[in-house]
């Protein structure tokens, strides 16, 4: 079934996209990511122009992520004040990438700057967390006791400004949530994505937070921002389009629910690796894209003058 979108000015097969937006929804819940990372490539590979791609995206991580926090505010796994802290950040850092978007799609060079950060972000994090993660399994099969160790003191343990987490169990500076959060607003504005995939890792291997308040918060804090990006993108650059933002929004609640309660029954060390192998996968399809000779090749010449 065809339809087709005004704003993106394509038509595309409206089954196709609620299948895509179910499996980044469940992909959310699972993993406590926004999935923008798989569905705004996807929704290029299905010719949708990159502008569009991003800023409706995060309409969908909106749904899918507010979905998803419900599902765990069930089992109390949302830590409110550090989701706050990790919001107010990222509301500054958004206001900031949209404007770089802005800029670097006057330029005519949003695909080449989007496809490359997402080689970059993903090809890192997800080698990162893929050998942390294969260690640590390692460990708990040869039964060596604390399989993964938070680290009680560091740097940021000497930092002003205090404060204490109370669900986290974490007395920590709130500077470091708040850089986090700005990071995450640039990226989430940029690249449309809710950046789960730098978020989690972050709070887990920086921050020290408890894994199962982890994918909670994460979704906490991607909602907020998505939503943000997504008006800004609306107001400033016009590229948000609506009717591919509901079809895909009707997906994602769906998969997040459903992500949701597949959750309780991983242990940390298996949601964690399955992430970083869907991570690399990702990265490798579009390092592919961006590096290989496409089969119609073509070029633009100036003529001379009339």
Request: a positive charge; one cysteine or more; hydrophobic letters at 55%.
């Given at each position: ?172 500076s709130a500077l470091p949530p708040l850089f986090l959060g700005f990071v995450i607003g640039i990226l989430a504005s940029i690249m ?30 991607i909602m907020f921002i998505t939503a943000f990006t997504s008006f800004m993108h609306a107001t400033q650059n016009k590229t948000v ?33 399955l992430l970083a192998i869907i991570v690399l996968l990702v990265c490798l399809k579009l390092a592919l894209d961006l590096f290989l ?14």
């Amino acid at each position: 079934m065809q339809i087709f979108l005004p704003i993106a000015d394509v038509p595309v097969n409206l089954i196709v996209l609620l299948v895509l937006g179910v499996g980044v929804g469940f992909l959310s819940g699972v993993f406590g990511i926004g999935g923008g990372f798989l569905m705004t490539p996807l929704l290029i590979l299905m010719g949708i122009p990159t502008a569009v791609a991003v800023a409706t995206e995060a309409n969908q991580i909106t749904a899918s992520s507010f979905s998803g926090v419900l599902a765990h505010l069930k089992r109390r796994a949302v830590d409110f004040k550090m989701g706050n802290i990790l919001v107010i950040g990222g509301l500054f850092g958004s206001a900031l990438g949209v404007e770089i978007f802005r800029i670097i799609k006057n330029y005519g060079q949003i695909e080449l700057f989007v496809s490359g950060c997402y080689i970059i972000f993903l090809g890192s994090i997800g080698i990162l967390m893929f050998v942390e993660s294969l260690s640590t399994i390692k460990r708990s099969k040869s039964h060596q006791i604390n399989t993964f160790p938070r680290k009680k003191h560091n740097w940021i343990h000497g930092l002003p400004f205090k404060i204490k987490f109370k669900t986290s169990q974490l007395y920590i500076s709130a500077l470091p949530p708040l850089f986090l959060g700005f990071v995450i607003g640039i990226l989430a504005s940029i690249m449309g994505v809710g950046g789960g995939f730098i978020l989690i890792p972050a709070m887990i291997y920086v921050l020290g937070m408890p894994t199962k308040v982890v994918i909670g918060t994460s979704l906490y804090q991607i909602m907020f921002i998505t939503a943000f990006t997504s008006f800004m993108h609306a107001t400033q650059n016009k590229t948000v389009d609506l009717l591919l933002a509901f079809i895909l929004i009707i997906g994602g609640v769906v998969g997040a629910q459903l992500g949701a309660r597949v959750t309780v029954r991983l242990k940390a060390e298996e949601i964690r690796i399955l992430l970083a192998i869907i991570v690399l996968l990702v990265c490798l399809k579009l390092a592919l894209d961006l590096f290989l000779v496409p089969n119609d090749i073509f070029s633009l010449t100036y003529g001379a003058s009339h």
